[in-house]
């Protein structure tokens, strides 16, 4: 990179970074955040509704996504940078200042909710003007390698969220950061917020962008024209298949894994963040590696191959974690039969975001001790008393089902309490025992599979768009698919396996996706590489600001 490019580049990432870092700091802290905010539930529901107001963030993307792409095709990409960063610093700082549901009772998860909605839209804003930018900027030959630098800061910034949390909590301690130390990293990004919008301020407008406002042929209605031709729509289908396709890969990956080794697997959290903060730091350069490969062998190849291989390797990964990281758990799961004989209609669908329901039937009790210890359970309908059979022994229902469970199931062979678990690291020499490095070496090969279909698929996004439309036609799609797949897994996953008692069940959803992507994505997606930004032309596209019927093609 020339001089100007890594100003670009540099400026550009940094900012990104630091949104992101705002974003995951709440998905690094969804078991803090779950029992500060949502304590009237039991375990499995505190996180269920911790990452659903998580995906709350999501939702509104697609929101975000028309307004802020709107302005970056109407009025230029530099003022969203600095708007979007404005909007996702202060709602950042805001959450570390809130009230939890002790203090304020409902008021609390409305206002968290509220910060999360404003995060959304802001980062929603900053993906495609970002990307739109930084592609404008790119030489054709190594747009993908620059573009990396920008999607890569994704897990980067996963990665700086992560390593404030174990500073901060090696500051104060374990006790005092569940107490008050979680809401410190909130609080500090104020100091990153004001550096990255002073960069930002030095960047120049995309020379595309100026030429066409030179020319006076920027769009007007760019909605209108992204959706104003079948090609323009198949095309915005596509991405939005894409989007969704490897931000399967990219949450469960991250985010989920994270939530269901400290919540299922009971790992230690302070070895489980630091194991996160090395293996997505060397995610972000796995990226950027990706991202040039790509620029050589084309955009397709490490798209179809991370989407592929995370299909066919999500459940031995995932069975690998489970029996490194708590062998006991895995043992028992697999010889231990548990299974609750209930009327249906004692068992609750444990989902009340109004706080209204109460669960205190002898199914509901039963499912929440099962639920928090990880127990793999079966439900059998019958009319009748609720009982709970383990291993042949059954437990009747009653004011002593609690206690009754928790001792069959312990003595079964399950680690009652947090039991059983090999990933805690006591010293700098914890970390690099067996399990914690197998755990380590398994988790980045998820990550790896993360990076080689995010990262191909930012450059494609925005090599299938013309200039005047690029942001408006890319982001939409994207965060369509990202906020209402990728943003809902985590919740969705996690209340598959709480409902049904299974957590490899559960996996069958990003599975399925992801194939079902994988397969549409081979006979609908072009190969962009090299394709000139300033010519991009789609075949059939009929409408009025096309002025050739030619499919997108390479530059010499």
């Known amino acids: ?74 009025v230029g990409r530099k003022i969203v940078f600095l708007m979007t960063l404005v909007i996702m610093g202060v709602s950042t700082v805001a959450v570390g200042v809130l009230p939890t549901a002790d203090q304020i009772g409902i008021a609390a998860p409305i206002l968290l909710v509220t910060c999360r909605i404003l995060q959304g839209l802001a980062v929603s804003g900053e993906f495609g003007a970002a990307v739109t930018y930084v592609s404008e900027y790119a030489p054709a030959k190594q747009r993908s390698f620059f573009v990396g630098w920008l999607t890569g800061t994704t897990a980067l910034a ?68 992204a959706f104003g031709s079948r090609a323009r729509v198949r095309m915005i289908a596509i991405v939005f298949v894409m989007a969704a396709a490897q931000s399967f890969i990219g949450y469960l990956s991250t985010v989920y894994m994270l939530t269901t080794m400290k919540t299922y697997l009971k790992a230690d959290s302070f070895t489980v963040n630091a194991i996160y903060m090395v293996v997505m730091l060397a995610g972000f350069f796995l990226c950027v590696l990706v991202c040039w490969l790509t620029d050589r062998v084309g955009r397709r190849p490490l798209l179809f191959a991370g989407l592929g291989l995370a299909a066919l390797l999500a459940f031995p990964i995932t069975n690998g974690i489970t029996s490194i990281a708590n062998p006991a758990l895995a043992a028992a799961q697999d010889k231990v039969s548990v299974v609750i004989k209930a009327d249906p209609a004692d068992c609750s669908f444990q989902f009340n975001p109004a706080g209204t329901a109460k669960f205190t039937s002898d199914c509901d009790q039963a499912r929440n001790v099962l639920q928090a210890n990880s127990v793999t359970f079966d439900r059998q309908d019958v009319t009748g008393p609720t009982t709970v059979v383990v291993d042949g022994t059954e437990i009747a229902g009653g004011p002593s089902l609690r206690q009754d469970l928790v001792a069959a199931i312990k003595g079964a062979g399950y680690p009652v309490g947090g039991s059983g678990t090999t990933i805690k690291a006591e010293g700098i020499g914890g970390f690099f025992t067996g399990p914690v490095l197998g755990v380590a070496l398994l988790l980045l090969a998820l990550v790896a599979l993360a990076q080689m279909a995010q990262g191909p698929a930012a450059t494609a996004m925005a090599e299938v768009f013309p200039t005047r439309i690029r942001a408006t036609a890319l982001s939409v799609p994207y965060q369509l698919g990202v906020g209402l797949f990728g943003g809902l897994l985590p919740a969705t996953m996690t209340a598959i396996g709480a409902e049904v008692g299974s957590f490899t069940t559960a996996l069958w959803y990003p599975v399925g996706a992801m194939a079902l992507g994988l397969v549409i994505l081979l006979f609908t997606l072009p190969e962009t590489q090299g394709v000139d930004l300033a010519d991009v032309r789609l075949a059939g596209d009929t409408s009025a600001d096309a002025t050739e019927d030619v499919a997108v093609r390479r530059e010499g």
């Open 1 to 74: 990179m020339n001089k100007q490019e890594l100003k670009v580049v540099g400026a550009s990432a940094v900012g990104t970074a630091f949104e992101w870092y705002d974003f995951f700091l709440y998905g690094a802290l969804v078991p803090v955040i779950g029992s500060k905010f949502f304590s009237g539930y039991g375990p499995a529901a505190q996180t269920v509704f911790a990452l659903l107001t998580f995906a709350a963030g999501f939702v509104v993307r697609p929101i975000g996504a028309v307004v802020f792409a709107r302005i970056t095709d109407l």
């Open 158 to 225: 996963f990665s700086l969220s992560l390593g404030v949390q174990i500073v901060v909590e090696s500051i104060v301690g374990a006790a005092a950061y569940d107490s008050w130390g979680w809401r410190v990293p909130f609080l500090i990004s104020v100091v990153p917020l004001a550096l990255s919008v002073w960069i930002r301020t030095k960047l120049n407008e995309s020379p595309l962008f100026l030429k066409m406002k030179q020319e006076g042929t920027t769009t007007k209605a760019p909605l209108r024209e």
